[in-house]
């Protein structure tokens, strides 16, 4: 069965950090390439982050570019968000999804003093 | 970069209704649209994949067309477990979902 479970989510200060998990298993993550999805409270969502299988393409959306990184590891079925410089309309639920509609649980990232 | 834009932003129908939910893209992305139904707390779940594709598992009530620019989602028959937002999503470069259309119950 296929499963993502994020992790790492909390309440941080503006300008702060915070490195998020997803760990993957269930299906050969190497093979795949990944998103990261935001959805801020009550609103829509919001594709915040893409890494190629290999790590070889990466993109980002305007609004965390220069902030966010995004990376993987292949050996460890795992994907990462490392977010820095926070601010407070970063506060959201970020799901990892990747393929015809596996998301995982999310995790909540809250940004306030 | 593509955008979404998604009518109507609500809707209120009853049991047994039929609904319609319109998307429309920026640009052609020939049919590389996915429909999604998220109910609070939960993260999307797929509906339909390609435009019309209707995924494993889902309920043959609910069906999706279109291709370029414009399309559109439908639920044949309103129930109540379909209280939820849609959103649709285009990954023809990238991801962007459009901004979500909120089903009530009438």
């Known amino acids: 069965e296929v499963q993502l479970v994020e992790s790492g989510g909390g309440l941080v200060q503006p300008g702060g950090s915070l490195r998020l998990s997803c760990a993957a298993s269930?299906?050969?993550?190497?093979?795949?390439?990944i998103n990261w999805v935001r959805q801020a409270p009550g609103k829509g969502l919001e594709w915040v982050s893409y890494?190629?299988?290999?790590?070889?393409?990466?993109d980002y959306a305007d609004s965390v570019k220069g902030r966010f990184t995004i990376s993987r590891d292949n050996g460890k079925n795992s994907l990462y968000l490392q977010m820095n410089s926070l601010r407070a309309e970063d506060t959201a639920v970020y799901y990892c999804t990747f393929g015809r509609g596996h998301w995982g649980q999310g995790t909540l990232v809250t940004v306030s003093s | 970069d593509i955008q979404m834009t998604q009518s109507p932003s609500s809707l209120s129908a009853s049991v047994g209704d039929r609904v319609t939910i319109s998307c429309q893209a920026s640009?052609?992305?020939?049919?590389?649209l996915n429909w999604y139904q998220q109910k609070p707390g939960k993260p999307p779940k797929l509906l339909i994949y390609d435009a019309s594709n209707l995924e494993t598992g889902v309920p043959s009530r609910f069906s999706g067309s279109g291709s370029g620019t414009d399309f559109t989602f439908t639920i044949s028959s309103l129930q109540p477990e379909d209280i939820a937002t849609y959103y649709c999503?285009?990954?023809?470069?990238?991801?962007?979902f459009g901004p979500g259309t909120k089903v009530d119950i009438k």
């Open positions: 640009q052609d992305i020939s049919n590389y």
């Open positions: 269930g299906f050969t993550f190497s093979s795949y390439s």
């Open positions: 999503q285009q990954y023809d470069n990238l991801f962007t």
């Open positions: 890494i190629s299988s290999s790590s070889s393409t990466i």
